[in-house]
Nanobody, 126 residues
Framework: QVQLVESGGGSVQSGGSLRLSCAASRTTVNNYCMAWFRQVPGKGREGVAGSRSDGAATYADSVKDRFTISRDNARNTLILEMNNLEPEDTGMYYC????????????????????WGQGTQVTVSS
């Protein structure tokens, strides 16, 4: 089983930047499909960015060219660099992981990864 703990959330003004981290424990996630999701109260969960174990990545259209997903395999950690933040980026950000490879991005689109963290709050003010 994988335990995921997110950190790095906070409050910033529009145009600012944040760096989210997701530390995995109990197993090495280098070969896992991993992703970031976000949710706003009253709205459904939205996939933000996905990372396949071979380094391929996918992004929601709303965050392309502003967010970058990466892995620090030495630290068993998933990173999300968020730049030029907008108020619409406000939400609870969750890290997720799954053993899938070939279906990684399909599972990202469905939000059906197996392991989830507790989330870290991001608030962007205008």
């Amino acid at each position: 089983q994988v335990q995921l703990v997110e950190s790095g959330g906070g409050s910033v003004q529009s145009g600012g930047s944040l760096r989210l981290s997701c530390a995995a424990s109990r197993t090495t996630v280098n070969n896992y499909c991993m992703a970031w999701f976000r949710q706003v109260p009253g709205k459904g969960r939205e996939g933000v960015a996905g990372s396949r174990s071979d380094g391929a990545a996918t992004y929601a259209d709303s965050v392309k060219d502003r967010f970058t997903i990466s892995r620090d395999n030495a630290r068993n950690t998933l990173i999300l660099e968020m730049n030029n933040l907008e108020p619409e980026d406000t939400g609870m950000y969750y890290c997720a992981a799954d053993k899938s490879y070939s279906t990684c991005f399909q599972q990202f689109e469905r939000g059906s990864l197996e392991y989830w963290g507790q989330g870290t709050q991001v608030t962007v003010s205008s």
